[in-house]
């Protein structure tokens, strides 16, 4: 559903949204392979919220350089 990964230099991001059963979804943060988020949500407004503040996070990143990895 969402998945990006940013890379600068030797430090690297992941961040994730995805489906989990019966009706949820799990949210991720992980930086340098440590996970920094993770949460169970069954509520989609929160999930919404979750993707904007990864979006806005991921923008800014790459304004100080960090590029999207596949």
């Known amino acids: 559903m969402f998945s990006l990964s940013l890379r600068l230099a030797d430090h690297t991001r992941h961040y994730s949204i995805s489906p989990v059963a019966p009706s949820g979804w799990e949210v991720r943060f992980e930086e340098d392979r440590t996970v920094r988020r ?3 949500y ?3 407004h929160r999930v919404e919220r979750a993707q904007a503040l990864f979006e806005l ?3 800014r990143l790459r304004e100080r350089g960090w ?3 596949r």
């Open 38 to 40: 993770h949460d169970l």
């Open 42 to 44: 069954q509520d989609w």
């Open 57 to 59: 996070e991921v923008q």
């Open 67 to 69: 590029l999207v990895i």
